[in-house]
Structures are given as C-alpha cells and as structure tokens.
C-alpha cells in the first residue's frame, strides 16, 4: 500500500544551516498494517509525514502509493488518498463553517463542484448517526461552528472528517499530543475503532512510547533521519518500554536521553 524507496531530504543544502532531516529511508506498509513511530525531536518523523503526503519534496528516492507513483505529484493531487490528522487541532477542519459543512467538504473530497452542493437530508442523517459514535454530543450540534468546540471535539470531528472516505492511507501526526490525558485515550480509542472498522492502512507518529508498543501492529523508532529500530507484529506482543530504549540503544549506539520519549 505504501512504499518508501531510498527516501532522503536536506533542508538548507549547501548552506551552513545544512540538516539532513531524512538519510535513505526505506519502509513498506502492507495494506491494513497499523505501524507506530517514535523517536526523539528531529529524529524526521514528521518530515517523512510530510513527505508522503507531498507538502515537502523530496531530494532522493521514491513514494508509491496503492501502486502509483506519487514522488513528484503536487500535495492537492495526493491528497485524495490520504487522509491525515495533525497535532493542531486547529488543523484540519474549518472553524468559521458548521459541523455539517465540515462533514460534507470530507465526503465530497475529490468529486467536482456542481449547483447541488448543499447538505442533503440523507448526509445530514448520516452525519447524525456517526456523530453518535463519537459520545460527545455533537449529532445534536450539527449547525455550531467549528471553532465553538473544545480540542478534543474538534480533533474527533477532525478524526472522523479524515476516514469518512476511507483512504488509502492514513497520517496521524501526533495527534494526542496537545490534548489532555483524558481526552487523549478517548481520540486513541476513536482511533483504533476507525482503523479497525474501515481497515485502514495507518502511519501513526508518536512521542508517547506506551501507545507506541500499544496501538498498531508494527513499530519503528527513528533516529537522525534514518529507521533505527524495526519491530514486526510478533515481536511486538510482550514488548516493555525498557525493551524499546535498550533496542534503539544497541541499534544507534547512543544512549535516549529525549525528555519527551522516557517520561511517557
């Protein structure tokens, strides 16, 4: 389903600021794999994100997805088979529009415009039930704005709007991490239960090392641009925390000392 090749990319290249941000990556995801990555600030994480989903070009490599090549196709092109969630939950909706409007811009991604673009009373019914999922009021606040809602609501509603099409791939960027502890465990349940009804092929970055080894089938650990540590599904049952540091440490050669990745 996804197919990383030889993936690398510098910023600022041939400057005195030069970083290289990601050094020959290579990754497959198989369709339905539900794959974690951690790894500590600057490891490339979400500079890979973003290079799948085309908002960075890349200076070397490959990037297929669902057999097609999307190395050089421009960022609104391959959005329609992405769907993606940021850390910002701010990002990804559009706060001055309705939750129903929201809700139909995600459906509708990828049809073309005509006179009939309004929500029907069929959408609006649709949208109410799987509002209901959420367990948070929301199929009741159909017609509220989005910027009215909480963090937490709106990376729900953000959640949802981003597999209403069930795409080919799905981004998640963090996407816990400006939330509350409470209202993260909620997203992540959201999350796994979307993943698992939709079998969606799924890309989640992480800091948090417990939802790491928790969520998905795979993991990877990232360090200076490059996959440090690769796990499979059946060496991931049973995998501790200090397992995972003692993994990345023996893989680098350095010692994680990332604030971020040994508190959580």
């Not at 459906?107 to 367990?135: F, H, I, M, P, S």
Request: aromatic share 4%; with cysteine.
């Amino acid at each position: 389903m996804l197919q990383i090749t030889d993936l690398t990319k510098v910023f600022n290249q041939g400057t005195i600021n030069e970083k290289i941000a990601l050094s020959h990556v290579d990754l497959t995801l198989n369709k339905g794999d539900f794959v974690t990555v951690i790894g500590g600030n600057g490891a490339g994480k979400s500079t890979m994100l973003n290079c799948i989903a085309g908002v960075f070009p890349v200076d070397d490599g490959k990037i297929t997805i669902d057999g097609r090549d999307v190395t050089h196709m421009p960022e609104h092109k391959r959005a329609q088979y992405l769907g993606r969630v940021f850390q910002d939950p701010m990002m990804g909706t559009a706060a001055d529009m309705n939750i129903e409007e929201n809700l139909a811009l995600a459906y509708r991604r990828g049809q073309r415009k005509t006179l009939a673009w309004g929500v029907t009373a069929d959408e609006r019914t649709q949208y109410r039930d799987l509002l209901a999922q959420l367990e948070l009021g929301l199929e009741n606040r159909l017609t509220d704005k989005v910027g009215l809602l909480s963090g937490g609501q709106r990376q729900a509603l953000t959640l949802l709007m981003a597999t209403l099409k069930a795409p080919k791939l799905l981004l998640l960027d963090e996407h816990t991490a400006a939330l509350d502890p409470k209202t993260a465990e909620k997203v992540l349940n959201l999350t796994q239960k979307l993943v698992a009804e939709h079998h969606l092929t799924t890309l989640m970055v992480t800091h948090n090392m417990q939802d790491a080894i928790r969520l998905g089938n795979r993991l990877i650990m990232m360090n200076e641009g490059h996959i440090a540590v690769q796990i499979e599904a059946e060496k991931k049952q049973g995998l501790h925390k200090a397992d995972l540091i003692a993994l990345f440490e023996k893989a680098s050669g350095d010692s994680l000392e990332n604030d971020r990745l040994l508190l959580s």
